[in-house]
């Protein structure tokens, strides 16, 4: 099957998002039914980087296809993708007491980061009627 990332109806991004939004809902389930909320901010962050902003990413290329075809929306997919998991599991692993991820958290987020800049740029020369 091709998936084609700059798919300007945005499909690719709405099924991440609803990954991300079973995987993020069952944590919070699963912190509630144990009562260990030691994954809260993984947990907060699955639900609104993942499950919200990426089902947003979805609806914005299928209204604005000029903005599923602009390169920019290629690099923003990559980098948002290994951006956002890298950054769960190091934030993850720093809660669970492995302080020594917190590198990599910082890299991983400043790489989210760019990905951000990089929708907002598609946002603005892109997003127009
Ligand atoms: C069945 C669905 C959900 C369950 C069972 C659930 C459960 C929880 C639990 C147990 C906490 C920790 C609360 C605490 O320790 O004070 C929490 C925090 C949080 N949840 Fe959820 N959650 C769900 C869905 C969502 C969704 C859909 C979002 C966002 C779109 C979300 C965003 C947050 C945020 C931002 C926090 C942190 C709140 C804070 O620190 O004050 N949750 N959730």
Redesign the pocket.
Known sequence: MEIKLNNPHGTVWLRLAAVY?VV??WL??Y??ASGD?SL?PV??HL??LG??SMALFGILFRKFPAMGASPLARIQFWLYNLGLPLLMLAVAAIHRGYRAMEPVAGVASIVLGIAVLLFALNVFRNAGN
Request: no cysteine.
């Open positions: 939004f993020g809902v919070g389930i912190m509630g909320r809260y947990h907060a639900n609104l499950w919200v």
